[in-house]
């Protein structure tokens, strides 16, 4: 991201009323969640955390693992 363009984000934010800047919350927190989202999506279609998944069935199977 542009550092300029990062900077006026940061100027807008701090302009909001304390009304706005809970809708702005709210707003990147869903926004956020769901680049995440996404992103954990595109790492295990692409198999990156089939070796956690592994380790965690091996542990599973060995009984390391603790009922919650």
């Known amino acids: 991201m542009n550092i300029s363009i990062l900077h006026d984000i940061e100027c807008a934010v701090s302009q909001l009323s304390p009304e706005e800047l809970a809708a702005f919350?709210?707003?990147?927190?869903?926004?956020?969640?769901?680049?995440?989202?996404?992103?954990?999506?595109?790492?295990?279609?692409?198999?990156?955390?089939?070796?956690?998944?592994?380790?965690?069935?091996q542990d599973l199977r060995a009984g390391n693992c603790t009922e919650l």
């Open 25 to 57: 919350r709210v707003w990147f927190a869903e926004f956020d969640a769901a680049v995440w989202d996404q992103q954990l999506e595109t790492d295990v279609a692409a198999g990156r955390l089939d070796a956690l998944a592994e380790k965690a069935l």
